[in-house]
Each structure stands twice: as structure tokens, then as C-alpha cells.
């Protein structure tokens, strides 16, 4: 990472100064759908930073935001993030905790492939598959976990319901793998689509967690249902009875 802040500066992703808008138009083989994508890219001063400032996705600055309000990330901190791909977020933790130097530690967990990154220690893996735990332990310096990420979201139908239903279930699953590794007093931050937080894991995160609570960085596009649920203070493992069994 070359530069460090806001995308643009202080007054915003464009810092204050008025950029022209790029206008897509449709051609012969680009739909209309499509030719609005490329425009929102191409107008996007969050992608623009991210190409700039060499991250591996506009999705760092989410958590940079993030970690900017609620001071997640620390020197000297282990930091696992599930879902790794591209890498974005792991690019962020590793220059917070110090994992280039050897102070902190990420792993990143992914079962499609990521580039090197400097300082991560990453995993080609499915974090639901069986042996995923043990290998993330077997790694883990000096106990648990302090901080679990997930930025995963799962393929969508097209379909709102059937949408929500699979990324909430993926979001429920991480929630289990994160009380599993983390160390008392971590924190777990996890990528989720508004229209309801499903009780079961609202009850999991406020049952293991002292403080639960919903964030929407600017980084997340207004007309997105992305939001992300941030719970901190892990009480412990199996805590009034918790298992993530």
C-alpha cells in the first residue's frame, strides 16, 4: 500500500475537487445493464484509488473506514480473513497489525487462488471443510484469534429471497468458525444484506459477544443491501452454554 487515508483526502473520495462523469454508452454486444457497470467503475473514486494506491480491490477501503470508526485493528494482532479473494482486506490488516515486520499475523482463507501478499499467510481452502479449523490453529501464533473478518458473499440467483437466505447461512457459518478461533475479548466483523439480521445469528453474536451492532461504511455503495455486523468482546468459547456445535 503506497498511500495511506481517504480515498481523494479528508473531503471525500474525490477530495473535494469536481471530477468529469464518464458517459458509457451502449454498443451492439454490451447491454444496457452492462454498459451502467462499466459507468459506475469508470465514475467510481473508490476503484480509482484502489488502481492508484495498488490494493487489490475497492473493498479494502471498506474495512480502512470501518477500522477507522471502531479502532479494530492493532499492532502486534492475529487476524484471520475468511473469504480472502482478491485480497483486499487482508492487504489492510496486514500493514494495521504490523504482519509485514513480523509483529502482527493475518491468514487469509480462500478456496479460490490468491496472489502473494506480503506479511498474510494464506490458505487454499473452504473454511467450512472439516480440517479448516486445525489448519488455521496449527498456524495461529500464541492462542486465538483477536480479530475474525468475512467480506464473503455467496453467488446470487437473482432471486431477492433466495439471495438473502444463502448469504445470511454463509454469514451464520462464519459467525460458528469465528467463535470456535477467537481469543476472549475478540472481535468478528462479517459481511451481511439488510432486510434482517436472522435471529439465529443475532442470538450466536449476542450471546458471545458483549456489544452487537450493524455499520455501513461510505465505501458501500448506497444502493447496495450490503451491510456489515460487528460484534466485539468475545465472551469465550461455550460461554452460558454457547457451542458452535
Known amino acids: 500500500m503506497t498511500k495511506k487515508g481517504k480515498p481523494g483526502g479528508p473531503s471525500g473520495p474525490d477530495g473535494g475537487r469536481r471530477q468529469l462523469k464518464v458517459k458509457v454508452k451502449t454498443a451492439r454486444k454490451r447491454s444496457v445493464s452492462s454498459a451502467r457497470w462499466l459507468e459506475r467503475q469508470l465514475n467510481d473514486p473508490y476503484v480509482k484509488a484502489a488502481k492508484d494506491e495498488g490494493m487489490r480491490s475497492r473493498a479494502a477501503y471498506k474495512l480502512k473506514e470501518i477500522d477507522d470508526k471502531y479502532r479494530l485493528l492493532k499492532p502486534g494482532m492475529r487476524v484471520v480473513d475468511l473469504g480472502a479473494a482478491p485480497g483486499g482486506w487482508s492487504q489492510i490488516a496486514a500493514e494495521k497489525v ?34 479448516a479449523e486445525a489448519q488455521l490453529k496449527a498456524l495461529l501464533r500464541g492462542g486465538g484469534a483477536d480479530l475474525v473478518l468475512s467480506d464473503m458473499a455467496a453467488p446470487t440467483v437473482g432471486h431477492t429471497r433466495t439471495d438473502h437466505l444463502r448469504i445470511m447461512a454463509l454469514a451464520e457459518a462464519a459467525a460458528h468458525f469465528a467463535v470456535d478461533v477467537l481469543a476472549p475479548g475478540g472481535a468478528f466483523l462479517c459481511k451481511v444484506f439488510q432486510g434482517g439480521t436472522e435471529r439465529d445469528l443475532l442470538d450466536l453474536l449476542k450471546q458471545s459477544f458483549s456489544v452487537v451492532r450493524h455499520v455501513k461504511p461510505p465505501a458501500s455503495r448506497s444502493d447496495s443491501a450490503e451491510l456489515y455486523v460487528l460484534a466485539t468482546g468475545f465472551k469465550g468459547r461455550r460461554q452460558d452454554g454457547i457451542s458452535s456445535e
Do not use: H, M, N, R
Open 98 to 131: 504490523g504482519a509485514v515486520s513480523g509483529e502482527g499475523q493475518v491468514i487469509g482463507i480462500d478456496y479460490l487462488d490468491v496472489e502473494p501478499l506480503p506479511g498474510v499467510t494464506l490458505l487454499k481452502l473452504d473454511f467450512t471443510d472439516e480440517t
